[in-house]
C-alpha cells in the first residue's frame, strides 16, 4: 500500500505529494523540521516537540501556518491512516514557494508536510549493544538551538564517521565536546553526568531533557557543563540520546576503547527507565 502524507492541509498518496522546485526549503534550506517517535501507534512526546518546533519557527521568523493542536491533530491521522505501529514521523515547515531572491517573500504560504516512516527494530537493538564515534571539529553556526533543516555540516560530519566505519560524529568546538551530528552526548564519571548546557551550541534534545529527568530520578548528579574531549575519552561511561536511537552507549571513540568497552551500568540503568517511560501513560502525550 502507497504510504499517505501530509501536504498543506491534505492527506495524499506519497507520488502525488509534490512541492515545487522553488519552495524555499529546497533553494535554501529556508525552514524547520522535528522528528517524532511513534511507539505501537502512538506518538511519543508530541507536545515537547511541537513546543520546540515552535521555537525554531520563531527563531528564525517563520510563523507556523497551523496551531500545535492542528499539528498534532493531523499528525494522528496520519499515523491511523498508514496503520503505523513502530514508526517515525518527519514534520517540515519550509518559507514557501517564492522566486529565488534571499529575503523574505510577501505573500508566500509556508509549505508544511509529514510523512511517517516504519522504525527497524533490528537497528534499535544494534544500537542498544553500543555504538563507535569520531571526534570532528564543529564548523556549525551558533544558532544550533534551532531545529533547522539546513543541515550540510551535520551530514558531511555523519559521512565522515561513516568512512571511518563509525556509526556517529561527535562535534569538538574550540576543545568542548557539543553533540552528535544527529544526537546528544552525555559522560558518566561516577555517580555524576555531564552534557553540554543548552544554549546556542547545541539542539535542545527532547531524548536529552527526559534522560535528565530519568539519571535525577536514579540518583544520579547531573552536571550540565562543558567539558572537554579528553575528558570524554576518560569518561567511566558515554552515551548518544536522541528520538530514533534511544540511548546509545558509545563504546569507542577515535578508535580508543571507551570504559570496558560495552554498555555501562548506568547507561544500561537509564535505557531500563527509558523503556518503561515509552509503556507508562506519562511518557506518552
Ligand atoms: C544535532 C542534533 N542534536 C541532538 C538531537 C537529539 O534530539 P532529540 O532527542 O530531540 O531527537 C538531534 C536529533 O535529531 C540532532 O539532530
Same mark, same amino acid.
Given at each position: 500500500?502507497?504510504?499517505?502524507v501530509f501536504l498543506n492541509g491534505r492527506f495524499v498518496p506519497e507520488r502525488q505529494a509534490v512541492i515545487s522546485v522553488e519552495d524555499r526549503g529546497n533553494t535554501f534550506g529556508d525552514g524547520v523540521y522535528e522528528v517524532v517517535r511513534i511507539y505501537e501507534g502512538r506518538p511519543f512526546q508530541l507536545e515537547a516537540h511541537l513546543a520546540r518546533l515552535e521555537r525554531s519557527a520563531a527563531a528564525i521568523r517563520l510563523p507556523l501556518p497551523m496551531t500545535p493542536e492542528e499539528i498534532s491533530s493531523a499528525a494522528r491521522e496520519l499515523?491511523?491512516?498508514?496503520?503505523? $505501529?513502530?514508526?517515525?514521523?518527519y514534520l517540515q515547515v519550509s518559507r514557501g +514557494? &517564492?522566486?529565488?531572491?534571499?529575503? /523574505?517573500?510577501?505573500?508566500?504560504?509556508?509549505?508544511? /508536510?509529514?510523512? $511517517?516512516?516504519? +522504525?527497524?527494530?533490528?537497528?534499535i537493538t544494534t544500537y542498544r549493544q553500543g555504538v563507535g564515534c569520531i571526534s570532528v571539529e564543529d564548523r556549525r553556526w551558533t544558532m544550533c538551538h534551532v531545529k533547522a533543516i539546513t543541515l550540510l555540516p551535520n551530514v558531511l560530519a555523519k559521512q565522515a564517521a561513516k568512512? &571511518?566505519?563509525?556509526?556517529? &560524529?561527535? /562535534? +569538538?568546538?574550540?576543545?568542548?565536546?557539543?553533540?552528535?551530528?544527529? !544526537?546528544?552526548? /552525555?559522560?558518566?564519571?561516577?555517580?555524576?553526568?555531564?552534557?553540554?548546557?543548552?544554549?546556542?551550541f547545541i539542539l535542545s534534545g527532547v531524548t536529552r531533557r527526559l534522560v535528565i529527568d530519568l539519571a535525577r530520578r536514579l540518583g544520579l548528579e547531573v552536571c550540565e557543563a562543558p567539558f572537554t574531549l579528553s575528558d570524554l575519552k576518560e $569518561?567511566?561511561? +558515554?552515551?548518544?540520546? !536522541?528520538?530514533?536511537?534511544?540511548? &546509545?552507549?558509545?563504546v569507542r571513540i577515535d578508535g580508543q576503547r571507551v570504559g570496558k568497552g560495552g554498555p555501562?551500568?548506568?547507561t544500561v540503568d537509564l535505557q531500563q527507565a527509558f523503556d518503561k517511560l515509552k509503556e507508562g501513560p506519562s511518557g506518552v502525550d
Open positions: 500500500m502507497e504510504q499517505i499515523i491511523e491512516r498508514n496503520g503505523c $505501529a513502530d514508526a517515525s514521523l +514557494v &517564492a522566486p529565488r531572491q534571499h529575503q /523574505f517573500p510577501d505573500g508566500a504560504q509556508p509549505t508544511v /508536510f509529514m510523512i $511517517a516512516r516504519p +522504525v527497524d527494530p533490528k537497528a568512512d &571511518a566505519g563509525a556509526f556517529e &560524529a561527535i /562535534f +569538538v568546538r574550540e576543545g568542548v565536546v557539543t553533540e552528535g551530528s544527529s !544526537s546528544n552526548v /552525555f559522560a558518566v564519571s561516577g555517580k555524576r553526568l555531564y552534557t553540554h548546557p543548552e544554549g546556542p $569518561a567511566d561511561e +558515554v552515551f548518544l540520546t !536522541s528520538t530514533v536511537i534511544e540511548i &546509545a552507549p558509545v555501562g551500568t548506568r
